[in-house]
């Protein structure tokens, strides 16, 4: 292996001096990168897509590769980096999602153009400007460097967007493809404060369908009143079995197994900023559920599970009807160490006991994340954070949400961690996707001082 100063005395300058020298071909690179239509829900774009991405896979330097899953092809690139160096994953998504309605976006989202500092369009941030910035950095190492300081694979899904139903089974059957050390991913947002952030974990989910049904078709509420059962009440007796009016959770064992938070993510949590009044202020509130009184605002989201209403459907508010059928949907988010299968069934005994004739009907399942914050990578990607910036970025145990990161903790069994590269305002889903240039250029140079870093 070679040391850090070794590798980094091969380039003209910085990393950081490099990538805004030739800020003009990244930006214009991007640009007709953005242009392909890759929309994974719709299939607008398909198979053009997957072919843009392989290109852009080969002019990194990476030997380029297709995995068929049976639905939106994964578009993998491989180079060796020098014997004994680490092997780093890099994942992100080449699908993007649909573009909702053309009238609320103030340029065409697949004509990207620049403007007030940002690019606009549908996959900026989400995610193609973030791996985009991966692969320059490869490209860039190979331009000065003609080799990379770690053996990289990158990884490029063609389905994140419609929840990556084909990864988990072809990582599996590829696996020794993917023997790696460390798997770093880029997606999601720097944190809301615009500080860059590193990220260690996020919930799973669960999601369920409860149905209950009642007479053939919806009846007169007084031809048929007290004759026909009323599936409306079923249902919602039901759903208020699952929790008591103070928020407590009445599945038995629904907390079995649950990996509380270490002392060093608690102290994470404490160090990072909020700003709790403005974010209550955002949503119209001004105090958070009572039901977890005690908890901060980051122990509620990466601590703890939930189990909520998403919502409910049966007949007519305006119609005095009998409903014929009453339908709910749930999820629940799950922390490390929950497994969905064994919070089905644990839900699905509680059911039978309390409901046992509405239907339940699992929906999906996807487990938790977690690597611990204090594992030997993350002061490797801070520093290559730092070292572009001039500033130490936050430190996030687990995120609220939910992304299929468990493939890697739990399928390739190796530590994962998060490293977003787009603005926290970038609309991602939203009509008027953007990314900052600034962000953009900042993160090509993290990316390239990260391989330093990790090679070294
Ligand atoms: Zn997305």
């Not at 914050?373 to 936050?394: E, F, Y």
């Amino acid at each position: 292996m070679t040391d850090a100063a070794t590798l980094r005395a091969q380039f003209p300058g910085t990393p950081h001096a490099l990538v805004h020298e030739r800020q003009d071909e990244l930006l214009a690179g991007l640009m007709e990168y953005l242009s392909q239509p890759s929309v994974s829900a719709t299939g607008e774009g398909f198979p053009d897509a997957t072919d843009r991405a392989l290109e852009e896979v080969k002019r990194a330097g990476l030997t380029p590769s297709v995995l068929d899953g049976g639905g939106r092809p994964l578009v993998v690139g491989h180079r060796a980096g020098p014997e004994g160096a680490p092997h780093v994953l890099i994942y992100g998504h080449y699908d993007v999602q649909p573009t909702g309605p053309r009238e609320l976006w103030d340029s065409d989202p697949f004509v990207p153009v620049l403007r007030d500092g940002r690019i606009w369009g549908r996959g900026t941030g989400d995610n193609k400007g973030q791996h985009y910035a991966h692969l320059q950095a490869l490209r860039l190492f190979d331009t000065y460097a003609g080799g990379l300081p770690c053996t990289v694979t990158v990884l490029l899904d063609g389905e994140e967007e419609i929840g990556s139903p084909t990864l988990a089974d072809t990582l599996s059957a590829h696996r020794e493809r993917f023997d790696c050390d460390l798997v770093v991913w880029s997606d999601r947002s720097v944190h809301e404060s615009g500080e860059w952030c590193v990220s260690h974990g996020v919930r799973g989910m669960l999601r369920l369908r409860l149905r209950a049904t009642g007479p053939s078709r919806p009846l007169h509420s007084g031809n048929f009143g007290n004759v026909a059962p009323n599936p409306a009440w079923r249902l919602v007796q039901a759903l208020a079995s699952l929790k008591d009016p103070s928020g407590r959770v009445l599945v038995e064992g629904f907390d079995d197994g649950r990996e509380p938070l270490s002392d060093a993510d608690r102290a994470a949590f404490a160090a990072l900023p909020l700003d709790l009044p403005e974010v209550l202020g955002d949503i119209g509130l001004t105090e958070m559920d009572p039901a977890f009184d005690g908890l901060s605002f980051y122990e509620r989201l990466a601590d703890r599970p939930t189990l909520t209403i998403n919502g409910i459907t049966s007949g007519d508010t305006c119609r005095t009807i009998i409903p014929d059928t009453a339908e709910a949907g749930i999820d629940i988010r799950l922390t490390a160490g929950h497994d969905p299968q064994a919070v089905f069934e644990r839900v699905a005994a509680h059911l039978r006991t309390h409901a046992p004739d509405v239907t339940l009907t699992k929906l999906g399942g996807v487990p938790a994340s977690r690597t611990p914050i204090d594992n030997p990578h993350t002061p490797k990607v801070a520093r290559a954070i730092s070292r572009v910036t001039g500033r130490d970025p936050l430190l996030i145990p687990a995120y609220g949400g939910t992304l299929p990161d468990w493939i890697f903790t739990g399928i390739l069994g190796v530590p994962s961690i998060g490293l977003p590269l787009a603005n926290h305002d970038q609309a991602n889903h939203a009509p008027n996707e953007n990314l900052r240039v600034d962000y953009f250029l900042d993160a090509t140079a993290i990316c390239m001082e990260l391989l330093l870093e990790l090679g070294s």
